[in-house]
């Protein structure tokens, strides 16, 4: 086994700000509220068009720049999504083909807020196993969301949390040291009415009932996750410190699931780590499910708070009931590569060739389909 290092990341925000003052005027609540209980002062919601996957392919294109990688080189994408475009086709499959990844295996994760956690563990496994014939050793690994299409706008202990946006990770197998070190995962099923979404899988498909009942939003018992979440999340971050033989004083930044600043700090004293040792964000993009700990993670290192040999903790919890952590020593040189005109006609090559193999592709089927009916 060697191990898997990130080398690219990348993330991607809508245009559209919504306020805590904005939202104060379609609900009964208050800026003052919000803040208080969530930190939250202004999440990004999704235009009409955009969706999980163009928004997760947008995030995709800047971690493989990043990367300096190409689509092909692409053995493994993993979308880690509680809300894909489709139940199917999986959104990684979307992603697959927008990006002309021509060699890669593609699947959508669902771990609730834990997904991106989940997602890194499993693709660092799969790439580090050096014998897995064709394998070349490169994954990217996404989280992304579109939170906006299944939040109750009238709720208003729900509707004040959440935003849209995704994140996205190159993982690359090398042999030299650090990449991902440890990662734990874990599920307790027996809270998953905590927060869910009741209807539109198996157990109650779409129905005038489940649609007047308003049974397609996330339903949440806020106190309890909180409970949870204030428990989970340090315990997790603990054992993958110490599944890596490392302890809480090696850590130089802990990148947790971005849902409420108030939950954050309750993990930052359980762990006596200083506030400005936990990355927060939650403040400009809400909760943003699965995509928090990339699009974090994306904004640490853009900031300069992650340089070469630090080691760091992502960190999630969430609908499952789901919690999991991995410790990762930073591998990569940084800054990265400062974008040249070159990368930028590269990739601007590589996205041209992406839609003309995907159109192509389809044209093919309909005609081939056309000249077997005939
Ligand atoms: O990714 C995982 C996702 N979930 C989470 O991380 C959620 C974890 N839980 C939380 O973050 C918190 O429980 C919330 C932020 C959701 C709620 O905060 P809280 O301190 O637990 O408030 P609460 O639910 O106990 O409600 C306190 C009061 C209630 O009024 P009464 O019954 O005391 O009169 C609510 O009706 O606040 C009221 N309330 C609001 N007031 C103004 C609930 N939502 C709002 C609101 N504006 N948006």
């Given at each position: 086994?060697?191990?898997a290092?990130?080398?690219g ?9 919504l306020?805590?003052?904005d939202?104060?005027q ?8 919000i803040i ?7 999440r990004?919601?999704?235009?009409e068009?955009e969706?999980t996957s ?9 971690a ?5 990688a190409?689509?092909?080189?692409l053995?493994?994408i ?8 489709y139940?199917?086709?999986?959104t990684?499959c ?8 021509t060699?890669?295996?593609a699947f ?7 997904g ?6 499993v693709?660092?496994?799969?790439i580090?196993a ?14 992304a969301?579109t ?6 706008w009238?709720?208003?202990a729900t509707c ?5 946006g995704a994140?996205?990770v ?6 030299s040291?650090g ?5 734990v ?7 998953g009415?905590?927060l869910?979404?009741?209807?539109g899988g ?7 009932r489940?649609v007047?009942?308003?049974r ?11 409970r949870?979440?204030a ?11 110490e599944q890596?033989d ?6 130089a930044?802990l ?16 762990l ?6 936990v990355?927060s964000?939650?403040?400009r993009?809400?909760?943003t499910s699965?995509?928090?700990?990339p ?6 290192v ?7 040999d630090?080691v760091?903790?992502c960190v ?14 930073w ?6 590569r400062p974008?040249?005109?070159?990368r ?6 590589l996205?041209?060739y992406?839609m003309?193999r995907?159109f192509a592709?389809?044209?093919l089927r309909?005609?081939?389909?056309r000249?077997?009916g005939?």
């Amino acid at each position: 086994m060697s191990p898997a290092h990130i080398v690219g990341w990348g993330k991607y925000v809508p245009e559209q700000v919504l306020t805590n003052a904005d939202l104060a005027q379609r609900i009964d609540t208050s800026h003052e509220w919000i803040i208080a209980r969530t930190g939250v002062s202004e999440r990004r919601i999704a235009a009409e068009g955009e969706t999980t996957s163009s928004m997760a392919i947008q995030a995709s294109w800047a971690a493989l720049a990043e990367a300096g990688a190409s689509p092909a080189e692409l053995d493994l994408i993993i979308v880690a999504t509680a809300t894909p475009d489709y139940i199917f086709p999986a959104t990684a499959c979307l992603v697959q083909d927008a990006l002309g990844a021509t060699h890669a295996a593609a699947f959508d994760l669902s771990a609730g807020c834990t997904g991106f956690v989940y997602a890194l563990g499993v693709a660092a496994d799969m790439i580090s196993a050096k014998d897995r014939p064709g394998s070349t050793g490169a994954a990217l690994v996404i989280g992304a969301e579109t939170l906006s299409r299944i939040t109750d706008w009238t709720d208003r202990a729900t509707c004040v949390l959440f935003g849209d946006g995704a994140g996205a990770v190159v993982l690359r197998r090398d042999e030299s040291e650090g990449g991902v070190l440890s990662t734990v995962l874990g599920a307790d099923g027996s809270g998953g009415d905590l927060l869910s979404m009741p209807a539109g899988g198996s157990a109650e498909p779409c129905s005038h009932r489940t649609v007047s009942e308003r049974r397609h939003f996330i339903r949440m018992r806020g106190r309890e996750v909180f409970r949870f979440a204030a428990r989970a999340m340090p315990e997790a971050t603990q054992r993958a410190l110490e599944q890596a033989d490392l302890t809480v004083g090696d850590l130089a930044l802990l990148i947790p699931h971005q849902a409420n600043e108030r939950i954050l700090d309750a993990a930052a004293r359980a762990l006596n780590l200083p506030t400005e040792l936990v990355y927060s964000n939650v403040a400009r993009y809400g909760n943003t499910s699965a995509a928090s700990i990339p699009i974090a993670l994306c904004e640490a290192v853009e900031e300069g708070l992650v340089q070469r040999d630090d080691v760091i903790v992502c960190v999630g919890f969430g609908a499952g009931l789901t919690w999991g952590a991995t410790a990762v020593r930073w591998s990569v040189p940084l800054p990265g590569r400062p974008p040249s005109p070159w990368r930028t006609l590269r990739y601007r090559l590589l996205q041209a060739y992406a839609m003309a193999r995907s159109f192509a592709l389809r044209a093919l089927r309909y005609i081939f389909s056309r000249g077997l009916g005939e």
